[in-house]
DNA sequence: GTTGAGCGTT
């Protein structure tokens, strides 16, 4: 019975993840719970019946239900008050646990030798766990390296065993780091916009769509012409874009970072006309002012 | 073709 593992999911019609059993064949409460954070047990469809039915828990002990787990898929169990808060009060928290509590994030490669490729880092970093991307920072005309690059891993516990150690690449000394611009302000604004920031230019609209409607209904999306490397995404819900502020997200295996939008200053004299001075202190006011006045950010 | 602490074409 030993190395066995048991299929668990959020819901019956979302992907499975195996969770480990232990040697006399019962599962640990705590096994589902470091994959699914929260959980309380699980319950799964007899196949007889069609009804679901709980699995016994005793003492954080998740015991086969006739004693063989079978090729089941299990559904996660939360608490009442979780799932209400899940489904109607809280779609923050519904975003993160639908991506897992422990993210990840992009970590800076510093002092790579200018001869290291991407192929070269996802070979190196692909050692310590399943990388999801890498980059090499070039400079734009001559092609060359920057000396660093950006590497971002599946797991957490990958993320910080790489970030703990030094790394020999190519013949040098490398570190990694966290970013500096991982900053979200301690009070957001309560926007439904979101700046996307470091997209490429082969990302439409559409791309961006469908991307972002995964995490809520989005209402508009407005990229900037000529081509600037940003982007704004709205959503319906301002709980939504607040839970992706801050996130590196990868879309179109490119790494792009989320913060909120700010407010756009460009009509402030049409609402204050007869303000005297220069428009900036004007906008430094605006600025001041947002949480006074937040219908003026759209 | 150069360099060696840093921060990703907002």
Wanted: proline letters at 5%; a negative charge.
């Amino acid at each position: 019975m030993s190395e066995l593992y048991i299929r668990v999911a959020e819901d019956e019609n979302e992907e499975p993840m195996e969770i480990p059993s232990e040697d006399d064949g019962t599962v640990l409460l705590s096994s589902v719970a470091a994959q699914f954070p929260g959980a309380c047990g699980l319950r799964y469809r007899n196949p007889e019946s069609q009804c679901m039915r709980g699995v016994r828990l005793v003492e954080g002990v998740l015991h086969a239900p006739e004693n063989d787990w079978g090729n089941l898929v299990y559904v996660v169990n939360y608490p009442k008050d979780n799932k209400r808060k899940m489904e109607e009060i809280d779609a923050a928290s519904a975003v993160k646990i639908k991506r897992g509590f422990q993210k990840t994030s992009d970590l800076i490669v510093l002092g790579l030798p200018w001869k290291t490729t991407e192929q070269d880092l996802k070979d190196y970093f692909s050692t310590f766990g399943e990388v999801i991307m890498v980059q090499v920072k070039r400079d734009v005309k001559t092609g060359n390296s920057k000396g660093f690059g950006f590497v971002r891993f599946t797991d957490y516990e990958t993320q910080t065993k790489v970030i703990a150690q030094r790394h020999m690449i190519d013949g040098r000394w490398c570190d990694c780091k966290l970013p500096n611009s991982k900053a979200c302000p301690d009070e957001p604004m309560r926007s439904r916009k979101i700046f996307v920031g470091r997209c490429t230019e082969d990302m439409t609209t559409d791309d961006l769509r469908q991307y972002f409607m995964q995490y809520g209904e989005v209402t508009d999306v407005f990229i900037p012409k000529p081509f600037r490397a940003f982007a704004f995404v709205t959503f319906a819900d301002d709980q939504v874009a607040q839970a992706l502020c801050g996130e590196d997200l990868i879309i179109k295996g490119i790494s792009v970072h989320i913060s909120n939008a700010e407010p756009k200053h460009n009509n402030i004299r049409q609402l204050f006309p007869n303000f005297p001075g220069g428009s900036a202190s004007l906008a430094a006011m605006f600025d001041r002012s947002q949480y006074q006045f937040p219908s003026f950010h759209v």
